[in-house]
């Protein structure tokens, strides 16, 4: 029995020795395998930020679209023409009631 104990202690260390050498011989892969972690890591924080500045800058546009829109209706609704007349009233400018009068160069 004493030779079967030894026997069996020694295949033992044999099978830990193979193993050990195994993980030794393969920690380049680990190291390869737990960079591709942290880069899938850091892709997936690095999408949730730009999903969130994209979201902001949708809603900035939002409100720079509707500020252009009461610009631009204000700047129709005041470039009629009596509106301008209105404006410019207190200037002591009237719309003309008369047709402009046409000159025209005489000497060809």
Aim: charged share 30%; net charge positive; no cysteine.
């Amino acid at each position: 029995m004493d030779k079967l104990s030894k026997k069996d202690v020694s295949q033992k260390s044999k099978l830990k020795f193979r193993y050990n050498r195994w993980l030794v011989k393969n920690v380049p892969f680990y190291f390869f395998a737990g960079a591709l972690a942290i880069a899938y890591i850091a892709n997936g924080h690095y999408a949730d930020k730009m999903i969130r500045k994209i979201a902001t800058t949708e809603k900035n546009l939002k409100e720079l679209e509707f500020e252009y829109k009461i610009v631009k209706r204000d700047v129709i609704f005041r470039s009629k023409e009596s509106e301008l007349a209105r404006a410019v009233e207190p200037l002591g400018l009237y719309p003309l009631l008369q047709p402009p009068v046409l000159i025209k160069d005489t000497i060809k």
